[in-house]
């Protein structure tokens, strides 16, 4: 038997997950009054609050119709996505912390260090992809 896959979303934003052969819960009138849980594995919660509920979700496979197929992406594509991870603000901000460790007050700004390393980056780029060393190629 499939277990239930259930999603519990607290007013404060904090989720807890469990996998359970039934959970069912009961209402009076618009709130939640009770729940049920059976069949449950690894860690779930013995008692809740459900004042504080926000949302129960259970999780259910999509229909294999509804799946997306699967994309295989082209060299080219593999190149430019590995171009702008070398590229992003967040390379950025490791070389800004770098100069910082090392004292240095002269500290490009993202354009500027952009322009600077795009060259480097680029020749990297046909280096790795022309030897089939990037993007699992």
Not at 49 to 68: D, G, T, W
Not at 85 to 90: A, D, G, I, P
Not at 125 to 132: P, V
Request: glycine share 6%; hydrophobic share 30%.
């Amino acid at each position: 038997m499939d277990k239930h896959d259930i999603r519990i979303i607290f007013n404060s934003g904090a989720e807890v997950s469990l996998l359970c052969d039934n959970f069912k819960i009961t209402e009076r009138g618009n709130s939640l009054h009770s729940y049920e849980v059976s069949g449950g594995i690894g860690d779930f919660p013995i008692y809740m609050n459900l004042s504080e509920v926000a949302a129960i979700i259970q999780k259910r496979p999509l229909p294999e119709e509804a799946k997306p197929e699967e994309v295989k992406k082209t060299p080219e594509v593999l190149k430019a996505e590995w171009i702008e991870s070398q590229l992003s603000r967040k390379e950025y901000d490791k070389y800004i912390r770098m100069l910082n460790e090392d004292g240095d007050t002269d500290q490009p700004d993202y354009e500027t260090w952009r322009k600077e390393v795009e060259q480097d980056v680029f020749e990297d780029a046909e280096d790795m992809f022309n030897k089939g060393k990037a993007g699992g190629l």
